[in-house]
């Protein structure tokens, strides 16, 4: 069983920045792949970027060029770092986890989630 914690949410004026962490506790393993993902109020979950085990990423077309994903091994820990933020940024954001190397941008096929942290961008 693996656990997710994010933190580093808040609230920003548009063109702002935010950085976004992840811990992971428990039977974390090499092979895997983690990803952020976000949902707005009345919308479908959506990702947001991922990460693989040899640091390969991909993002979603809407934050390409303002958002980085990167991830700190030796601390077990997932970051997000947000530049440029819009108000269509606001969301609660997660981030989730999966066995296997392969990377998926669709929510359902994560295993391991956390609670979320709310991201709130004013124009």
């Known amino acids: 069983q693996v656990q997710l914690q994010e933190s580093g949410g808040g609230s920003v004026q548009s063109g702002g920045s935010l950085r976004l962490s992840c811990a992971a506790s428990g039977n974390t393993n090499r092979h895997y792949c983690m990803g952020w993902f976000r949902q707005a109020p009345g919308k479908e979950r959506e990702g947001v970027a991922t990460?693989?085990?040899?640091?390969?990423?991909d993002y979603a077309d809407s934050v390409k060029g303002r958002f980085t994903i990167s991830q700190d091994n030796a601390k077990n820990t997932l970051y997000l770092q947000m530049d440029s933020l819009k108000p269509e940024d606001t969301a609660m954001y997660y981030c989730?986890?999966?066995?296997?190397?392969?990377?998926?941008?669709?929510?359902?096929?994560?295993?391991?989630w956390g609670q979320g942290t709310q991201v709130t961008v004013s124009s």
């Open positions: 990460i693989d085990s040899v640091d390969s990423t």
């Open positions: 989730a986890g999966r066995s296997g190397q392969q990377c998926f941008m669709h929510p359902h096929y994560y295993d391991y």
